[in-house]
């Protein structure tokens, strides 16, 4: 049997897939690579995400969701010109700024091939406009073919994109980690690490547990609503990544998390008021246990929350953030000791749950 | 035979941001040296390469490739192990954040160029780009660590090596000019020396993109060459940029027709090409060619110089683009001069 990935070693491996949102295929099935044998069911999910089921022994009722997604920011091809040049529409917002210039893998779940988003050169440029960004319609993906004909052996119109980045493990003593798409591969790393100690455990949980690995987080359209649905979980909880504003020069008050001090708790955000009870049973298992966390300071952003929480007879849920700086760039930069105490932090809380229950 | 990708990618992996090109002296001239009788490093940083025909008092023709690469340099280290930084060449704002950097301080260390996540962004904030001075770079080290592997004028570098895109083009930091040089070398390795009807003076020269002040110029007043031919790269077609100014990529070498560079020497190099089955393209750069011959034409007693391009897009990112087949068609001219005697003659 392959040797199972952990660590940064599956986060790698994770990230360097290629699964923008719509084409979650390759990630979903690298996920189902890396928790074989570690459920009892796998739930069909229309969206195509995968959800697996570890049973507990049957005392309770209820269902415990744990939920990250797995699609992450890209591009969508619209147009081949006649040069051979791919024009884009944006999956991830609208900053040009850090797309221009970029690596990227176009194609779909089959076949990519490398591009850079090119630009006109800035000489060209009038003066006045030097301090502009490049408008979307001024990024053209260049794949290296000199005509439509050529490019057309690689790329359709609906085929997909996403940032080619390396995974970069740098700072003092390698503590941080740059890739692409750590948010947010990071929480299906840790879900996955979760159902490999949780499922070989001999005591089982006195609850059902349904892993969700979700789609299309990115576009709002969230696949966690449907899957929410089909679960009809009566608590969950989100594995995200967050934006974190804790570099120099950044008002104290403006910083959102800061990374290296354990998995951000948000109280709200602009999708979801938290459950309370359940907030504050991750902040008092973190403080029992001694495990860094911290709580998200800044009410901003949403994520998959937004949606399981309306879902169905209603869920109580919380959510645990990896700070991540640039995020939804080709750089997102974690900690690693963050994974560590996210990890740490969700066992505790799932054992508290189960004590609780 | 040279492989040129791996040329190219092998010149691009030598650090040689603009003020630093001396950092790469030992990795340079263990590579180019096969192909040379001498190899030196002039005063101000720029690279001669010399191939002798083995004549008497033989004609010199001066072959320049500027070597540096846009870049910059640190002036300051914060709190929180974050760089501040300022440029070394003519930088692209509109790439900046989020891209990626190495640092080439005592040792050689990662860094990302940070970026304001939109919250703390004003409204229509994404459509300016931040000044250089309202950037930094994080580095992922206390400041005191920080303090001991970075000095303040340290350079830094762009973080991507050469990659390969479909058929012969490839992307990556340094291709204006790693190319060009690669042309040249290229030339020096082939040409065969009984061919010869000059002695070839390749310079791989420094300080070019910073205002043009190459090293070119010093390194000519030493070489005192009969005639220079400038190599560097020339903007690709692309939506937004004008043919007269542009040449096709994969389409050969293109020559430039302006009033700094000599017409006859031009005129000359279009009829070799002609002569040997080849056609070269143009493009019209009237008052400045935008390359080291705007100041080589002009040193010591005057040098005739002409411009031969390499179509090149995306340049100034750390992502440019060429198409290798480009280079060999200007190699290939180079050889073409450096063998034809009559070009040292006044008329041809």
Redesign the interface.
Known sequence: MKKMLSGTELLRSLCMAFGPSGCEENVALMIKENIKGCYDELVPDRMGGVIALIRGNGSSEERLMLSAHMDEVGFMIREICE?G?LRFSSMM??????M????VSVGNADMQ????I???????VERAD?????TLD?L?I?????SRE?AEK?VKIGDYGTFESDF?E???GG??I?AKALDDRLGCAVMIELMREIYTREERLPFDVYFAFTCREELGVSGARCASHKIRPHKALIFEAT????????PEV?K?AERGCGGAISIMDRSTIYDRDMVDMLLETAKAKNIPCQIKK?V??GNDAGHIHKAAHGTKCAVISAPC???H???D?IAKEDYNSIYSLALAAIERMGEDA | MINTKELIGQLCNIMSVTGYEHRGAQELTELISPYFDHVYEAVGGTYVAVKYCGRDAAPRLMLDAHFDEIGMIVTDILPGGYLSFSHMGGLDRRIMPASEVYIYGREKIYGVICSKPPHLQKPGESKKLPALDEMLIDTGYSEDELRKIVSIGDGIGFYESTAELLGNRICGRSMDNKACCAAAIIAAANVEREKMACDLYVTLSSREEESLAGGCVTAAYDIRPDIAIVTDVTFSRFPGVDDYESAKMGEGASVSLSAVTDRKLTNRLIYLAENAGFKLQTTVDAENTGTNATALTLCGDGIPCAVVSVPLSCMHTYNEIIDTSDVEAAAKLFMLAVCDEDIFREEY
């Open positions: 040069d040049l917002g609208s900053d040009t700024r850090i221009a210039g970029r690596r091939v490398r591009g850079v090119a630009l006109k050169p800035v000489h060209t030097r301090g502009k960004a490049a001024e053209y260049d794949i290296g073919a000199s050529e690689y970069v740098f700072g003092e503590k941080l740059k934006a974190v504003a804790d570099i120099h020069g950044v403006s959102v800044y901003s952003g700086g640039y995020i760039t080709a750089s930069v």
